[in-house]
């Protein structure tokens, strides 16, 4: 029987031990995520320039491949009796691949929601098409807190506390550039 692993918090190897080292580490933390930022946007352009490449160089092959789809399925269509046996199948095996032909799912439209809302109503189909939603509204809660604590299963806390650490963004020359 395997034992139960315990989580042990990693040891802080950069913690500042005065003002001085915390001031020193706060700017190098500001260094660190310029130099981070300079990385990312040399890899950023890196992969624009071989996005660009893979578009040139597969273009012809894109438009290949759209002629021979739109072709086959041209020809299948026109001969969907044979290759359906008189529609008893959905599909037809070429040896080389397969072709289906696939019924898409029902989806409801709709178009002027208030308009369809008063037609069902007037319809007498309110019961069947509309639908009531009775939700909390938490943004009265958050504006009356006190009263809002007084309901059993409510309770309103913080989210916490963020640390951030903004450090002094310089311009220099390199910056503009």
């Known amino acids: 029987m395997k034992t139960a692993l315990k989580n042990k918090a990693k040891a802080i190897s950069r913690v500042p031990q005065n003002r001085e080292d915390a001031v020193f580490a706060v700017g190098r933390i500001g260094s660190l995520r310029r130099e981070l ?7 950023d352009e890196k992969i624009r320039v071989a996005g660009e490449t893979l578009e040139t160089a ?5 438009t290949e491949l759209a002629e021979h789809e739109r072709g086959v399925q041209t020809w299948c269509e026109a001969n969907r009796v044979s290759l ?5 199948v959905k599909f037809h095996d070429f040896g080389t691949g ?19 809302l008063e037609a069902c109503k007037t319809l ?7 639908r009531t939603k009775e939700e909390l509204n938490k943004d009265a809660m958050l ?7 007084l309901i059993v ?9 963020d640390f951030v650490i903004e450090p002094l963004e310089l311009e220099t020359s390199r910056a503009k550039a």
């Open 84 to 88: 359906t046996n008189d529609g008893k």
């Open 58 to 62: 597969s273009a012809d092959l894109a």
């Open 124 to 130: 007498g189909l309110k019961k069947l098409f509309v």
């Open 153 to 161: 299963g409510v309770s309103i806390s913080s989210e916490g506390e």
């Open 143 to 149: 504006a009356d807190p006190d009263k809002a604590r």
């Open 98 to 116: 397969r072709i289906n032909w696939r019924m898409r799912p029902p989806k409801v439209s709709i178009r002027g929601v208030e308009a369809a």
């Open 37 to 43: 930022a300079a990385l990312k946007a040399v890899a």
